[in-house]
């Protein structure tokens, strides 16, 4: 199995999720990551972080517009492990729930459910309205891994990095990624 996977970072509250998964895929020996931020992202980045734009995109060994559909991502032939979308914002979710397929980010998603990879839509919203768990609902039905933004308390976490940590090891987790980023179940 190809060890490339596909972070997505769209414009929701929480980005700090997607910077810590690349952040730990960056230290994941053999693991190569493909990095797409759409703008609203970017904008979140210089809002709700201390890094810059640059900063995120040399944490990634590939970096692509949302609108570069000629990137390898954007084919089914160029094979990966998985997606992650983190945050997954309603907009981008409504886009993969529906195969829009408009941006980078929505048609790599199509790419790892037509070729049944595994595709994690970490999902940040509250709260949630009908048309967001129908969305939410067809993409699972499609084969989306539907991870709400909803961290543990039973590690006892006592930071913000903590509760992000948690977050991006379920991620890790649900792509078969080796990481110790937090405290499992009753370790």
């Known amino acids: ?3 490339e996977i596909i972070v997505a970072i769209s414009g929701a509250s929480g980005v700090q999720y997607g910077i810590r998964l690349l952040e730990t895929l960056k230290g994941t020996k053999g693991i190569k990551t493909h990095l797409v931020m759409s703008d609203s992202a970017k904008q979140l980045i ?3 972080t201390n890094y810059s734009v640059n900063d995120v995109e040399k944490l990634a060994d590939h ?3 949302d609108d570069d559909f ?3 991502v954007a084919s089914g032939s160029h094979r990966s492990k998985g997606m992650v979308v983190a945050p997954c914002s309603m907009k981008t979710l409504a ?3 529906v195969g ?3 941006t980078l980010i929505s048609r790599a998603a199509d790419v790892c459910l037509k070729e049944k990879r595994p595709l994690v839509l970490m999902v940040r919203e509250t709260p949630l309205n009908m048309i967001h768990i129908e969305n939410m609902g067809r993409a699972s039905r499609a084969g989306a891994i539907i991870l709400p933004a909803s961290p543990a308390f039973y590690p006892k976490p006592t ?3 903590d509760l992000i940590d948690f977050m991006a090891g379920r991620a890790l987790d649900l792509l078969g ?3 110790n980023l937090y405290k499992r179940w009753r370790e």
């Open 100 to 102: 829009m397929s408009d």
């Open 70 to 72: 000629t990137a390898p």
């Open 159 to 161: 930071s913000i990095d």
């Open 1 to 3: 199995m190809n060890n």
């Open 177 to 179: 990624v080796e990481h």
């Open 95 to 97: 886009s993969i729930a």
């Open 46 to 48: 210089e809002i709700e």
């Open 63 to 65: 970096v692509y517009r």
